[in-house]
């Protein structure tokens, strides 16, 4: 511990490096500032009554946990970085079914700065379809007022909120540490510890919740913590024998050496673009729940009735919660499918046995090429499947350790929350980590 703190003290003596974490701070008091700023026409009461009923524990709290508590005190950053992450969610799905994007993808910096920019353009129309749903939801309870200005001037806020978010987060990227996206979803949820902290301590004060109840939700939390590091660090290391070359009177390579495979390739991206899919039908149900809209349909001679009802079991239904199984299975297999969607674009075996083989390194028994892709490729399908099944169960686990443990106020333990924390933590530790190396100093991070 004292060699880490030690590396931390000499990251923060370096200029450069120093410069980069004051900047990233600079940027989470801009973040948290701004996540303050109330829209206009709004009456929190309703919107607290809202968030403590079902849309509070089920797709709400999720997009409220995402955003800061923005959504909640419904401020100009209510949309948060999610719109942001959906469209980026959709461009690479497209780039794998279509030609032409994949080989605009491959045309370099050119091609990649293009993908970006109509990803930032569909940002931008996720955005407006999310902020009419949200505002026709909250204005159904009564928790915002006033007229069509007022709605319009809202939704450009919120647009402009996260098109704020999105240029910080490729600040953060480009002259901080660490991704900023990532950081930007970790900040917003840590400004929600304070409050969790001090509302499960007057509950437990108040007696409406045990210490005992306490102590085993700290022992969830203390293991989950620790099986998410070990999932996060675990490897396979797969080995590798290079082969001699004799250049004139000098002999090259004959060394062994190993190809690290983590469990969890992905990191946590998975579980962000599983929740992204996940709240998209209940954000498409919000929407439709405005009054104009369910008139416009009423047209074709559907009673009202049935619209409303209709839209709000779809929201219902596919808003995962400690009450309904079928959404929380859905959310969980999403993660899966995501883990190895993620790994497959970050991770290319065919492109590692390439390498591989023009370096004269083969695996032991393998045969260079084909065989080593296919090789690589099992191994790397078995060991995701684990780390897949890890992220799945630790993402359902926030939609019960409330009810097992009877404590529902702090909403860190046990979920994507402390799943993204724990992991945007050890990601931006290891490029911290990377930035002292250069430097040829001892790092903090190992001993």
């Known amino acids: 511990m004292k060699e880490r703190l030690a590396g931390l003290a000499q990251a923060v003596r370096l200029p450069d490096v120093r410069k980069r974490i004051f900047f990233v701070l600079a940027m989470f008091a801009v973040y948290v500032a701004c996540a303050h700023v109330p829209l206009p026409g709004v009456d929190r009461g309703a919107i607290e009554q809202l968030f403590s009923g079902a849309f509070g ?6 997009l409220d946990a995402f955003a800061g508590g923005s959504l909640k005190r419904f401020s100009v950053l209510a949309l948060g970085i999610m719109p942001y992450i959906t469209a980026s969610i959709i461009f690479q799905l497209l780039v794998m079914a279509i030609p032409a994007l994949e080989q605009l993808q491959k045309e370099g910096e050119w091609g990649q700065r293009k993908i970006r920019e109509w990803t930032k353009y569909t940002t931008v129309g996720i955005c407006v379809l999310q902020g009419f749903g949200m505002i026709s939801l909250f204005r159904s309870v009564g928790g915002v007022t006033g007229g069509g200005f007022i709605i319009a001037f809202n939704v450009v806020m919120m647009v402009s909120g996260t098109v704020f978010l999105m240029y910080i987060g490729e600040q953060i990227t480009e002259k901080g540490i660490g991704q900023g996206v990532s950081l930007l979803i970790f900040v917003g949820i840590m400004t929600r510890l304070p409050q969790d902290l001090a509302r499960t301590v007057k509950l437990m004060m108040g007696g409406q919740i045990g210490i ?28 590798v024998q290079y082969a001699k070359r004799v250049r004139g009177t000098r002999v090259y390579g004959g060394q062994s050496s190993y190809l690290p ?13 599983a929740i992204a899919v996940a709240m998209f039908p209940g954000q498409i149900g919000q929407f439709l729940m405005n009054p104009k809209i369910v008139q ?6 559907i009673p009202e009735d049935t619209i409303y009802n209709s839209i709000q079991t779809m929201i219902t239904f596919t808003s995962p919660s400690e009450s309904n199984h079928f959404a929380s299975l859905l959310y969980f297999v999403l993660v899966i499918l995501f883990t190895y969607f993620y790994t497959a674009v970050t991770f290319n075996p065919e492109q590692i046995a390439e390498n591989l083989q023009k370096n004269g390194g083969a695996v032991p028994g393998i045969r260079p090429g084909e065989r080593t892709r296919d090789y690589l490729d099992k191994i790397l399908y078995r060991i995701t499947l684990a780390g897949a099944i890890f992220l799945g169960v630790v993402a359902v686990m926030q939609f019960y350790v409330g009810p097992i443990t009877g ?24 490029q911290l980590e990377a930035q002292l190396l250069m430097r040829h100093y001892r790092g903090f991070l190992y001993a």
């Open 296 to 301: 416009s349909i009423s047209a074709i001679g």
């Open 261 to 273: 495979l983590r469990v969890n390739q992905a990191g946590v991206m998975p579980i962000i673009f």
């Open 407 to 430: 404590v529902s106020s702090f909403n860190l333990v046990g979920g994507t929350s402390l799943l993204i924390i724990v992991g945007v933590a050890l990601d931006t530790m290891q």
């Open 212 to 239: 005992g109840n306490v102590l085993f939700l700290a022992g969830i939390f203390t293991l989950t913590i620790y099986g998410i590091i070990k999932v996060q660090q675990a490897e396979r290391k797969i080995p």
């Open 57 to 62: 524990g089920g797709i709400g709290g999720l």
